[in-house]
């Protein structure tokens, strides 16, 4: 099923060796390495027929390769959201020229404060969007996406977060039905009517895998997950996200799919 036609990415800039990190997967990022693995994923999104945008490095912001953040694009409208994680919250402002070449200005919404919202929270399963509530993304936020979602005929619930930074570090939905869930989210009852993939501990990052047009993108590294993922029946990508892991950042943090 062909159902995303584009792609927005950012380049990495230098000071994201400064970004936002947990140290749930410690050291610093190799900046030249973490170039290499941006042309990489480049390559596997450009073999699974969509067209990229390639937006410019930004020095200002060190994590604005992360480029999921600041926007949500859905099949209706684009929404710029308010990152409530201070030093990203101008990001919002350096996408929207972006998301003009794609929406007209009345199909584009905004979060405003006091709401915050990261796109990194917003899990979209068809016309459904799970959004967690997270230091990142709270009430305000949940209440005005889902009135926006509303709008145009689309529907919202909110999931509660504990451990984890975003919703998607955790769940990801694969369509079809199909869903990797890890840790906090395996037993949640939102999400018992979908196909769940347990993802053993040892492997959780891996759960932030993409589904890109019949294509799942898996992090290297992660061979359980791999092996689950083609079981469904996907074909599968593999690609090395080691530096962008230092700072919580997984493959769909790095791009913005529609
Ligand atoms: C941050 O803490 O904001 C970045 N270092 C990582 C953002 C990851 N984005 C995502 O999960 N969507």
């Known amino acids: ?10 380049r990495p800039c230098r000071a994201m060796v400064e970004g936002i990190t947990s140290g749930l997967y410690p050291g610093k990022p190799d900046y030249e390495r973490a170039l290499e693995e941006h042309d990489d994923y480049i390559s596997a999104l450009s073999r699974c027929g969509v067209d ?38 101008g990001e919002k402002y350096e996408i929207i020229d972006a998301i003009r070449q794609f929406f007209p200005e009345d199909k584009i919404e905004y979060i405003k404060a006091p709401g915050t919202l990261e796109g990194g929270d917003v899990m979209m399963c068809g016309d459904h ?97 791999l092996k689950a993922v083609q079981d469904l029946g996907y074909k599968t990508l593999v690609v090395d996200t080691s530096e962008y892991r230092k700072l919580d950042g997984g493959l769909s943090c790095l791009s913005l799919r529609f």
């Not at 936020?141 to 919703?167: D, F, N, W």
């Not at 395996?186 to 759960?207: G, H, L, M, T, W």
């Open 52 to 89: 990229i945008t390639i937006l410019p490095k930004d020095e200002r912001y060190p994590d604005s390769c992360f480029v999921e953040d600041p926007a949500l694009i859905t099949r209706a409208c684009a929404i710029i959201t308010n990152p409530g994680a201070e030093s990203r919250n």
């Open 1 to 10: 099923m062909k159902k995303f036609n584009h792609v927005i990415v950012r």
């Open 129 to 225: 969007f799970f959004v967690g509530r997270s230091a990142r993304t709270n009430e305000e936020g949940i209440r005005q996406l889902t009135e926006i979602l509303a709008k145009y005929g689309m529907t919202c619930s909110e999931v509660p977060l504990e451990e984890v930074l975003h919703l998607k570090t955790g769940v990801n939905y694969l369509e079809d039905n199909n869903m990797l869930v890890c840790g906090e989210f395996v037993d949640k009852p939102d999400f018992q009517s979908y196909n769940r993939v347990v993802i053993p501990e040892e492997e959780a990052y891996a759960a932030n895998c993409i589904w890109v047009n019949d294509t799942v993108i898996v992090p290297e590294g992660y061979p359980t997950v």
